[in-house]
């Protein structure tokens, strides 16, 4: 296989990355390029190849055949280096729920060999990023939904990553929760962070700097939300989704 230039302006670059499972092409030529700081919207029906395609980028997956570098790093090659340079925040909740919110953090802290002062530092910065002050103490399985995700969220990025991953990162949570979730996600791209975000809600996609839009293992439209929807005539995201999908005949179960 060539070995792919790595830009190191992009967080995320792929070439014809491909991943069957037997005769079931999951993702099809992925072709992207994500630029440091950018809020970047990966979309798609279910089964359209979006969580195959993070989990390899996240270096859970190898991929059939392709290339891909996140954070400058090989994917065939360089996979450990790749998790220990990422935050991924994935559709299930993943915190211990008999643990109290900090005992969470100190232990994915631990994981990525931080601990004492530092640890002490990262957890200050979390806790006013994030308001966790007061829950802090408290079981994870008693706080509410919302404040859950702020755990996972804080989790996902306790070792100060330059990239965070999140898979449907507001699913379940009422309105008022989804907006003030993407406030700290502007925070994050403000902070220099790239953001890889999954969602079903498409008013969220509105708040990409870009998206891509996935159907049957192949990105079939990527660009600004404002510039895709004009380029197609669609008012909203939402129109412009169901649109391509139904010009691909693809299903939505």
């Given at each position: 296989?060539?070995?792919?230039?790595?830009?190191?302006?992009?967080?995320?670059?792929?070439?014809?990355?491909?991943?069957?499972?037997?005769?079931?092409?999951?993702?099809?030529?992925?072709?992207?390029?994500?630029?440091?700081?950018?809020?970047?919207?990966?979309?798609?029906?279910?089964?359209?190849?979006?969580?195959?395609?993070?989990?390899?980028?996240?270096?859970?997956?190898?991929?059939?055949?392709?290339?891909?570098?996140?954070?400058?790093?090989?994917?065939?090659?360089?996979?450990?280096?790749?998790?220990?340079?990422?935050?991924?925040?994935?559709?299930?909740?993943?915190?211990?729920?008999?643990?109290?919110?900090?005992?969470?953090?100190?232990?994915?802290?631990?994981?990525?060999?931080?601990?004492?002062?530092?640890?002490?530092?990262?957890?200050?910065?979390?806790?006013?990023?994030?308001?966790?002050?007061?829950?802090?103490?408290?079981?994870?399985a008693d706080i509410p939904l919302g404040w859950k995700q702020k755990a996972a969220l804080a989790a996902?990025?306790?070792?100060?990553?330059?990239?965070?991953?999140?898979?449907?990162?507001?699913?379940?949570?009422?309105?008022?929760?989804?907006?003030?979730?993407?406030?700290?996600?502007?925070?994050?791209?403000?902070?220099?962070?790239?953001?890889?975000?999954?969602?079903?809600?498409?008013?969220?996609?509105?708040?990409?700097?870009?998206?891509?839009?996935?159907?049957?293992?192949?990105?079939?439209?990527?660009?600004?939300?404002?510039?895709?929807?004009?380029?197609?005539?669609?008012?909203?995201?939402?129109?412009?989704?169901?649109?391509?999908?139904?010009?691909?005949?693809?299903?939505?179960?």
């Amino acid at each position: 296989m060539d070995e792919m230039k790595s830009d190191k302006r992009f967080s995320v670059e792929t070439h014809a990355l491909t991943k069957r499972f037997g005769r079931f092409t999951a993702v099809d030529n992925l072709e992207l390029s994500v630029p440091e700081g950018e809020i970047f919207g990966f979309l798609g029906a279910n089964g359209a190849g979006k969580t195959t395609a993070i989990r390899i980028l996240c270096g859970l997956l190898l991929p059939t055949k392709g290339e891909a570098r996140v954070n400058g790093f090989d994917i065939w090659k360089e996979s450990e280096k790749i998790k220990r340079s990422i935050g991924y925040m994935s559709q299930k909740f993943s915190l211990y729920e008999d643990l109290t919110v900090r005992e969470n953090l100190e232990l994915y802290a631990g994981i990525y060999g931080i601990g004492g002062k530092r640890f002490r530092e990262r957890l200050d910065v979390i806790v006013h990023r994030l308001d966790l002050e007061s829950h802090l103490a408290k079981l994870t399985a008693d706080i509410p939904l919302g404040w859950k995700q702020k755990a996972a969220l804080a989790a996902a990025t306790i070792h100060d990553p330059s990239i965070v991953f999140l898979d449907e990162p507001t699913g379940g949570v009422d309105p008022i929760t989804r907006r003030a979730f993407w406030n700290l996600i502007f925070d994050l791209a403000r902070a220099g962070k790239t953001i890889f975000v999954t969602t079903h809600y498409m008013d969220e996609a509105e708040y990409c700097h870009r998206i891509s839009i996935m159907a049957q293992g192949r990105v079939i439209a990527l660009g600004a939300p404002s510039v895709l929807k004009e380029e197609y005539g669609q008012e909203t995201i939402q129109d412009l989704f169901i649109t391509l999908l139904k010009r691909k005949e693809v299903g939505f179960a």
